[in-house]
């Protein structure tokens, strides 16, 4: 406060002297681990200055331009993890103080597709046909799924006894299905 004083009469007037806060950034998380399947996902980044980001790993992508300014919901996007083995990734954000760059990373470990595929047998398991000269048996088929790989049916491997209808007998048909992460 600073206070003058002219002719009998006084006078204050109050000037607040303020400093800009120093640039800053933060992270609502500093690490996530994410399923094998991919996809999309966010987290919160704070700050009061302008920053940039990169990735570490070509398998994680972002649609936010890799500079910005001030406070905004960071969204990136994992491809699907194929292999049984878990990866790991840094997202580095950036900004500047003064003449220097200070970072903040964000990690990223993305599971390891280590579930198999569902197989499932279309129609009953178990099956009793009148033996029959004249006909050929037709197999109903199996389809199987993947939760990182999706349909999988055109990998059904099918094998085991060949049925000859001519012939009575109990036979067995086997159906496997492999994904990526094998």
Same mark, same amino acid.
């Given at each position: 406060?600073?206070?003058?004083?002219s002719?009998g009469?006084?006078?204050?007037?109050?000037?607040?002297?303020?400093? %800009?806060?120093?640039?800053?950034?933060?992270?609502?998380?500093?690490?996530?681990?994410?399923?094998?399947?991919g996809?999309?996902?966010s987290?919160?980044?704070?700050?009061?200055?302008?920053?940039?980001?990169?990735?570490?790993?070509?398998?994680?992508?972002?649609?936010?331009?890799?500079?910005?300014?001030?406070?905004?919901?960071?969204?990136?996007?994992?491809?699907?993890?194929?292999?049984?083995?878990?990866?790991?990734?840094?997202?580095?954000f950036?900004f500047?103080?003064? %003449?220097?760059?200070?970072?903040?990373?964000?990690r990223?470990?993305?599971?390891?597709?280590?579930?198999?595929?569902?197989?499932?047998?279309t129609?009953?398991?178990?099956?009793?046909?009148?033996? %029959?000269? +004249?006909?050929?048996?037709?197999?109903?088929?199996a389809?199987?799924? +993947?939760?990182?790989?999706?349909?999988?049916?055109?990998?059904?491997?099918?094998?085991?006894?060949?049925?000859?209808?001519r012939?009575?007998?109990?036979?067995?048909?086997?159906?496997?299905?492999?994904?990526?992460?094998?």
């Open positions: 406060t600073f206070t003058t004083t002719g009469n006084t006078q204050t007037r109050t000037h607040r002297i303020t400093q %800009d806060p120093a640039p800053s950034l933060s992270l609502n998380s500093q690490q996530h681990i994410q399923p094998p399947i996809g999309t996902y987290f919160n980044v704070n700050s009061n200055t302008q920053w940039s980001w990169s990735s570490s790993a070509e398998w994680v992508s972002s649609t936010v331009p890799s500079t910005q300014s001030f406070s905004l919901p960071f969204q990136y996007t994992l491809e699907p993890n194929t292999s049984t083995s878990s990866r790991i990734a840094q997202i580095s950036g500047t103080v003064g %003449d220097r760059t200070v970072y903040q990373n964000f990223i470990t993305q599971q390891g597709d280590t579930k198999p595929p569902v197989i499932k047998l129609g009953s398991s178990r099956m009793t046909v009148e033996a %029959d000269r +004249d006909s050929e048996y037709t197999d109903q088929g389809t199987c799924s +993947d939760a990182v790989d999706g349909n999988l049916d055109a990998a059904v491997e099918v094998s085991g006894d060949v049925i000859d209808m012939q009575p007998g109990t036979y067995t048909i086997l159906y496997n299905c492999r994904d990526t992460a094998g």
